[in-house]
T-cell receptor, first 118, second 112 residues
């Protein structure tokens, strides 16, 4: 069964600095999608970035980028120029086929709480 | 604006009562999901529906029930059989074209 592991329950970063959140996953599939979601204190889940496994190029979205290492099954999130508004829980997620063709299940890690220090 | 709505934001019930959590989306997404979130455990899948009038159990379906009579609506009933119902509940939807899930704002259920 697929699993997603986030080994850092909590991280801190100084404002304007860079931080990397780790995520590893276990799968036997060759084609899949990976995601990072942000959950601020409001608890609304917000998509940060998405990576297709068949793409070698790492995804980037403004200050957010990933380091996708398919062979190592690693999918880390780098946040550059950290801002106070980046403080949140961050969840790594993996999409896998579920049941019949065309249906998908999303597996989430346990999250990393990011604190941004002024 | 398109999105997912969940109501109410906070819900309080007495033990032994069934309670239904609402989830509505106007994104025209086929698939809808219910998750439970507890501290330190991430999101766990309760139920999932790919199309109207069809749904499948997730990892923790015991004590819960759902219906999918309309594409836009996927209500979750927390029954008295759920041994520890106090939690934060998130509804989500997805479409094949975009691959990611979109989430509602969640409902915090407290049972005493």
């Amino acid at each position: 069964a697929q699993t997603v592991t986030q080994s850092q329950p909590e991280m801190s970063v100084q404002e304007a600095e860079t931080v990397t959140l780790s995520c590893t996953y276990d799968t036997s599939e060759s084609d899949y999608y990976l995601f990072w979601y942000k959950q601020p204190p409001s608890r609304q889940m917000i998509l940060v970035i998405r990576q297709e496994a068949y793409k070698q190029q790492n995804a980037t979205e403004n200050r957010f980028s990933v380091n996708f290492q398919k062979a190592a099954k690693s999918f880390s999130l780098k946040i550059s120029d950290s801002q106070l508004g980046d403080a949140a829980m961050y969840f790594c997620a993996y999409r896998t086929q579920f049941g019949t063709s065309g249906t998908y299940k999303y597996i989430f890690g346990t999250g990393t709480r990011l604190k941004v220090l002024a | 604006d398109g999105g997912i709505t969940q109501s109410p934001k906070y819900l309080f019930r007495k033990e032994g009562q069934n309670v239904t959590l609402s989830c509505e989306q106007n994104l025209n997404h086929d698939a809808m999901y219910w998750y439970r979130q507890d501290p330190g455990q991430g999101l766990r899948l309760i139920y999932y529906s790919q199309i109207v009038n069809d749904f499948q159990k997730g990892d923790i379906a015991e004590g819960y029930s759902v219906s999918r009579e309309k594409k836009e609506s996927f209500p979750l009933t927390v029954t008295s059989a759920q041994k520890n119902p106090t939690a934060f509940y998130l509804c989500a939807s997805s479409t094949g074209q975009r691959h990611e899930q979109y989430f509602g704002p969640g409902t915090r259920l407290t049972v005493t």
